[in-house]
């Protein structure tokens, strides 16, 4: 693949799948605000609850399989061996259906413990009972679409992803409406058992042939893919449990009002801001993990991903510093303008949670589970420690101030480690990229901070920035080219 068309190729791909993911959430912010007049505070709250349970039961039990599992299958076809593959893809299969088969079981054996320890109550026993039923779907699903995202089959990820929520709005929003908070239950395994025979569609379009294999087999050949699920698991627990610990003190040290307001500012960092690096991880993964054997393959490629990160989110960072205070009053309310200066300091972060992204997939795709665990624990050892030591003197901000100095650690620490996995460098060009994009970021954070009454002189940076980012844009892409994309799907 040349140079030029690698670039289409990471611009398309993110294109697809970030639009994709655009939509989901429009037609999830639409679900929501039809069950909020529906069913009231009362049916969010359980619905909330009810998906955490789903979420944390699918993510416990795939094992770390839907992140190992791209790796092995995007190894696999980039030999070129259809009879590998499809035997790879055939044990995938089986794992996945064990897991769902054992998440469920489970789900159904806690279901009495879990309604006390989430309700306070047994009352609500028997629902989460039947939510069994939705984290065996829910962990199929994770199964196909892992498949899918390994074979680089990004179009048919998107459109299954799309045609399940919207199908599943239009399907579940008159059981709502007909049964209340009773059809809740019905609602969420009618919802999941649409969004597995999408992807289930897409996925037998793809003509992989089953290959006989037996359960032992399957169990020892994944072991390795196991193995580095688990430490990718484990690190999930640490960010969970981290977050856990920050809510409690911030609870504990102000009131839950300021933990919303620091649930605001966490949203958009890293629900809104992280959908960039979803949508072009969708692609880039499985595409580095095609190459992980060749160093300077993948050196090119990352820095090419790179660029591309800084064009797009660069901006972004820019903006969202500027129009902080609106951001919160759009996604939220007025109320939530005490979180503005800690979304600055996040927002600054992230700006080197971006830099840092494309390289940390090199201890994935080595297989380096336990490097990577060990990043993870020393971005949140940081973060919380920072928070603690900085809260009594900052108040809310300090957890921004912790996020930006988590992130400080973190760049150096993963760019050693893929320097020596990979003998990773960045780019003259990207290092020049980095350099203007830093300073215009700086400018701006500085004026939004310390002279917000000369905010409007921001417009210039982020003026400047997007200017600079269309610029780079050109050099390596013919945006004529949008067109022919559409015209081919």
Not at 410 to 424: A, E, H, N, T
């Amino acid at each position: 693949m040349s140079k030029k068309s690698s670039y289409q190729q990471i611009i398309k791909s993110t294109t697809i799948f970030g639009g994709s993911q655009a939509l989901i959430i429009l037609i999830g912010i639409i679900r929501t605000k039809i069950i909020a007049i529906l069913l009231g505070p009362t049916g969010i709250g359980i619905i909330g609850i009810y998906q955490s349970i789903i979420d944390m039961m699918r993510s416990g039990f795939s094992l770390g399989q839907d992140t190992a599992g791209v790796k092995d299958i995007a190894e696999t076809e980039a030999k070129e061996d259809l009879t590998t593959l499809n035997r790879t893809i055939s044990r995938f299969n089986i794992w996945f259906k064990w897991s769902a088969i054992i998440g469920s079981v489970i789900c159904l054996i806690l279901c009495y413990p879990i309604s006390l320890w989430a309700f306070d109550s047994n009352k609500y026993t028997l629902p989460i009972a039947g939510l069994a039923i939705c984290v065996f779907l829910a962990i199929l699903t994770t199964g196909k679409s892992t498949i899918l995202q390994g074979m680089r089959k990004i179009p048919e990820m998107a459109k299954s992803a799309v045609w399940g929520s919207l199908i599943g709005l239009i399907i579940t929003i008159p059981i709502y409406f007909i049964f209340g908070l009773e059809g809740i239950i019905p609602a969420f395994i009618v919802s999941g058992g649409i969004s597995f025979l999408c992807v289930e569609f897409y996925y037998r379009k793809q003509s992989v042939e089953k290959v006989n294999i037996s359960n032992k087999e399957a169990f020892y050949e994944g072991l390795s893919s196991l193995k580095l699920g688990i430490y990718i698991v484990s690190a999930g627990f640490v960010s969970t449990v981290s977050m856990f610990l920050i809510r409690a003190y911030i609870t504990r040290n102000d009131d839950i009002e300021v933990a919303g307001l620091f649930q605001s500012a966490w949203t958009i960092t890293n629900v809104y801001l992280a959908l960039i690096l979803r949508s072009m991880g969708s692609d880039f993964y499985p595409r580095l993990s095609a190459i992980a054997s060749e160093k300077d393959k993948m050196k090119a490629l990352i820095n090419e991903q790179s660029y591309i990160v800084l064009i797009i989110a660069s901006p972004i960072v820019i903006g969202m510093m500027l129009f902080s205070d609106f951001a919160l009053s759009v996604l939220y309310s007025g109320k939530f303008s005490g979180a503005n200066t800690l979304l600055c300091w996040q927002v600054a972060g992230s700006f080197l949670k971006v830099l840092s992204w494309p390289i940390a997939f090199i201890m994935l795709v080595k297989n380096k589970g336990l490097m990577f665990f060990i990043s993870e624990v020393s971005y949140y050892s940081v973060y919380l420690f920072s928070a603690y030591i900085l809260y009594p003197l900052y108040g809310l901000d300090a957890t921004g101030i912790a996020y930006l100095a988590a992130y400080i650690v973190y760049l150096p620490l993963v760019f050693i480690i893929g320097r020596k996995l990979s003998d990773f460098k960045w780019t003259n060009t990207i290092i020049s990229m980095i350099l203007i994009n830093l300073m215009l970021i700086c400018i701006t954070f500085f004026i939004v901070i310390y002279i917000p009454q000369y905010k409007y002189l921001g417009v210039i940076t982020l003026c400047a920035s997007v200017l600079y980012a269309f610029f780079k844009l050109k050099k390596v892409f013919n945006l004529k080219d949008l067109g022919s994309w559409f015209k081919k799907e």
